[in-house]
């Protein structure tokens, strides 16, 4: 069964740009979380995907958004980037009922 | 307020020499605490799920306990490739449900 994968792996943007980054859940999984990670604060939680609603959010401005499509995958925004915007972005899907989450191999932002 | 802190923050151990690592906790009730393992650049990969004290996983050299207070990560004998950052969350009953996650123990192995 393949796992959770993003894309793309790498992106370089400057300050004041926005960036999409997207994530496909393994197969059958409806739930989708997305976390930011960086040395000093580890994983942050940004916010929850289930059946197309947003079901939980995090403590992020509101620059930082998201949507799930019908199909699971899911997609988060960043508007304006700032320097402190520069992590790793994690996504995470997990099956309906579990509670264990399944990371993806995340995506490198860095923004200049 | 929902903590989770780990202990020590980095581990250097020889090969074959077993250690524990820690995790703490403070939540209003605990629905799951989660053990992931992560490599430099890669997601985290899951490694246990525990749900009540007393619980005890294992895997390979690895072996998670869980008391109401805390949970250890044991390693017998580890090897190089055992060389990784080891994640702790947990999932608390009230609220969103959401993980909580601590900064990490960064264990390396050396041959």
């Known amino acids: 069964k393949a796992g959770v994968t993003q894309t793309p792996r790498y992106l370089i943007k400057t300050r004041g740009q926005q960036v999409t980054l997207s994530c496909s859940p393994i197969s059958g999984h409806r739930s989708v979380s997305w976390y930011q990670q960086t040395p000093g604060q580890g994983l942050q939680f940004l916010f929850e995907?289930?059946?197309?609603?947003?079901?939980n959010k995090g403590n992020f401005p509101g620059r930082f958004s998201g949507r799930q499509f019908s199909n699971s995958r899911s997609e988060m925004n960043v508007s304006t980037l700032e320097l402190g915007d520069s992590a790793l972005y994690l996504c995470?899907?997990?099956?309906?009922?579990?509670?264990?989450?399944?990371f993806g191999p995340g995506t490198r932002l860095t923004v200049l | 307020e929902d903590q989770v802190t780990q202990s020590p923050e980095a581990l250097r151990l020889q090969e074959g020499e077993s250690s524990s690592l820690n995790c703490s906790y403070t939540v209003s009730g605990l629905r799951g605490l989660f053990w992931y393992r992560q490599d430099p650049g890669k997601g985290p990969e899951f490694l246990f799920t525990?749900?009540?004290a007393g619980e005890e996983k294992e895997k390979e050299r690895l072996k998670a306990t869980l008391t109401k207070k805390e949970s250890f990560l044991h390693i017998t004998a580890p090897k190089p490739e055992d060389s990784a950052t080891y994640l702790c969350?947990?999932?608390?009953?009230?609220?969103?449900?959401?993980?909580?996650f601590g900064t990490g123990t960064r264990l390396k192995v050396l041959a």
């Open positions: 969350a947990v999932q608390a009953t009230s609220g969103t449900y959401k993980y909580i």
């Open positions: 995470a899907s997990t099956l309906a009922g579990s509670d264990t989450q399944y």
């Open positions: 995907y289930f059946s197309e609603t947003q079901r």
């Open positions: 525990l749900y009540s």
